[in-house]
């Protein structure tokens, strides 16, 4: 198991190999699991679907948007069905705004430039306390390769 990990090392080595563990993250300040099950949307696809069209977002779960730059990067909820929080991070994952229960048919234009996005489902917020200034951690957790696998 791996800890502290250095974000862009790790966003390039995930994108580059077969991943072959589960990614989850923590608050580091706090200590508490934010998700246990990180989607990465590294992609423009990924990144231009997004929560579209989904049926459900469990609790638990995450999807972590990593953009090219740092920049105030809006986000919409056209075709999402239910609401959302987001979480803005800086270069360093650092938490620098947060914006809870993000309705569905909304735009939101945040007032921080963030090099990283997480949307997380509606109540983990607050239900999880998390504030500017937080430290989130992205941890992999590797299971054993099977032979004929990358």
Not at 3 to 14: P, R
Request: aromatic content about 12%; charged content about 30%.
């Amino acid at each position: 198991m791996q800890s502290n990990l250095d974000v862009t090392a790790e966003l390039k080595h995930l994108r580059r190999k077969c991943v072959c563990g589960r990614l989850w993250l923590v608050d580091e300040t706090t200590g508490i699991m934010l998700a246990s099950e990180v989607e990465l949307a590294d992609t423009f696809w990924k990144k231009f679907r997004g929560l579209m069209f989904r049926r459900s977002f469990p609790r638990g779960n995450a999807i972590l948007f990593k953009f090219g730059r740092s920049g105030r990067h809006s986000v919409h909820t056209f075709c999402v069905r239910f609401p959302i929080d987001l979480v803005y991070l800086d270069h360093k994952f650092s938490v620098v705004e947060v914006r809870a229960g993000l309705r569905p048919w909304r735009f939101y234009r945040p007032k921080s430039a963030s090099r990283y996005l997480l949307e997380l489902p509606a109540g983990t917020v607050t239900r999880k306390k998390i504030r500017a200034g937080h430290k989130i951690a992205l941890k992999q957790e590797n299971f054993p390769r099977r032979k004929g696998y990358n």
